[in-house]
């Protein structure tokens, strides 16, 4: 089936830094959505691309369906940004969006 | 535009009991997908529907789970029989085709299902 491969699984980061989380996939994708999720379990948007980039406040997306992935970038970390992050990706048609494993992220003082 | 809903927010069920959970669409919504999540097994895909059809059944364990979508507007996951092994969140998500952003997956809050 299709594969989506995000990294890192685990990631730590100190206040005002940043750093970029990765999917990479198997194959051709149509669209790609990355999340966030929250304190209850539920999966929040960030963002929703078919092509090019993205940004809001810290966050910027990229998506490159030729080259087989996608990335998050997130600057100036804050500790509320702590939490664990996937992307989700989309072939198109009557598929279903395929998960990455998540990455989980604390943001230290 | 409420989101997606999900009823119960909690169930506490015992070992053996059935378990409903519900799920209403952000309306105009065509697809309908049930995801679970647990700490051991992260976030496994359940099933999904398109205007109510059954497109995608492949994650659903094939004894004791079963999803129906009667209309537009809700979509049930009934777990008959419920192990222990069967506690998660049960997050259902809903999606469209149309307009720039076709296709992307908003969630509901979850339903949280404790089997004891």
């Known amino acids: 089936g299709d594969q989506v491969e995000q990294s890192p699984s685990a990631l730590s980061l100190h206040e005002g830094t940043g750093s970029a989380l990765r999917c990479n996939f198997t194959t051709t994708m149509r669209a790609v959505q990355w999340f966030r999720k929250n304190s209850r379990g539920s999966l929040i948007n960030l963002f929703y691309?078919?092509?090019g980039t993205k940004e809001n406040g810290r966050l910027k997306s990229a998506f490159d369906s030729k080259e087989r992935y996608s990335t998050l970038h997130i600057r100036d970390a804050q500790l509320e940004d702590s939490g664990t992050y996937f992307c989700a990706a989309r072939r198109g048609g009557n598929y279903k969006p395929t998960f990455g494993k998540g990455t989980s992220l604390v943001v230290h003082p | 535009n409420a989101g997606v809903i999900q009823t119960p927010r909690h169930k506490v069920t015992g070992k053996g009991q059935e378990a409903t959970l519900w799920c209403e669409p952000i309306?105009?919504?065509?697809?309908v997908f049930w995801y679970r999540q647990t700490i051991v097994q992260g976030l496994e895909f359940l099933t999904y529907?398109?205007?109510?059809?059954?497109?995608?059944d492949s994650g659903m364990p094939k004894e004791r789970f079963s999803a129906q979508m009667p209309n537009q507007s809700h979509s049930t996951l009934k777990i008959q029989s419920t192990q222990p092994q069967d506690s998660a969140v049960y997050l259902c998500a809903s999606s469209t085709r149309q307009g720039a952003l076709g296709n992307t997956l908003y969630f509901g809050e979850g339903s949280r299902l404790i089997v004891v």
């Open positions: 529907f398109r205007n109510q059809a059954p497109i995608d």
């Open positions: 691309l078919a092509s």
């Open positions: 309306s105009g919504h065509s697809a």
